[in-house]
T-cell receptor, first 113, second 109 residues
């Protein structure tokens, strides 16, 4: 248990569906991140939030929409996804933005059909 | 451009022997480097880090070596145990973490 909780653990959705991934941390961290892990690829950083403000958006398509309502919660809203978006989506948090140790959640395994 | 590269997708080692996982990087602005370990169906967990101003950091069975001139780092695990079997990710840090593709380590009993 790293202190970062993601729900759901698994999600299957159709290309026309809208769903949301949730991440919660109670570590008192100020930065939160969304990463995507696809087979045989590096962990890809999608979004960075620092003190609830989005500070980085790594050219992620608009069908992925993050939301950070407070320092403990982070959402990833999904709509009209493509099958190639199927991947493991990982949330992480760290004390501050940058190269400090990040704590990861267990991930949401997303399958788009 | 892949800034952090782990060229060995997998490594198999006998229990009790040394495991050496390698990582190369291209970004000279990284100010530190981290190793994460990932079991199936779990998120990565932090293992050990090293500042770019050091060349070695040791924590129990785990030692990370950094060769800045070669832009290379390695993780040594000794002695290796079956519970060490996992995917190991190397990451470089500036204002964010950039990860490699990971190396799957299998420690055979």
């Amino acid at each position: 248990e790293t202190g970062v909780t993601q729900t759901p653990r698994h999600l299957v959705m159709g290309m026309t569906n809208k769903k949301s991934l949730k991440c919660e941390q109670h570590l008192g961290h100020n930065a939160m991140y969304w990463y995507k892990q696809s087979a045989k690829k590096p962990l890809e950083l999608m979004f960075v939030y620092s003190l609830e403000e989005r500070v980085e958006n790594n050219s992620v398509p608009s069908r992925f929409s993050p939301e950070c309502p407070n320092s403990s919660h982070l959402f990833l809203h999904l709509h009209t996804l493509q099958p190639e978006d199927s991947a493991l989506y990982l949330c992480a948090s760290s004390r501050r933005q940058g190269g400090t140790e990040a704590f990861f959640g267990q991930g949401t395994r997303l399958t788009v059909v | 451009d892949q800034q952090v590269k782990q060229n060995s997708p997998s490594l198999s080692v006998q229990e009790g022997r040394i495991s050496i996982l390698n990582c190369d990087y291209t970004n000279s602005m990284f100010d530190y480097f981290l190793w994460y370990k990932k079991y199936p169906a779990e998120g990565p967990t932090f293992l050990i880090s090293i500042s770019s101003i050091k060349d070695k950091n040791e924590d129990g069975r785990f030692t990370v070596f950094l060769n800045k001139s070669a832009k290379h780092l390695s993780l040594h695990i000794v002695p290796s145990q079956p519970g060490d079997s996992a995917v190991y990710f190397c990451a470089g840090a500036t204002n964010k973490l950039i990860f490699g593709t990971g190396t799957l380590l299998a420690v055979q009993p």
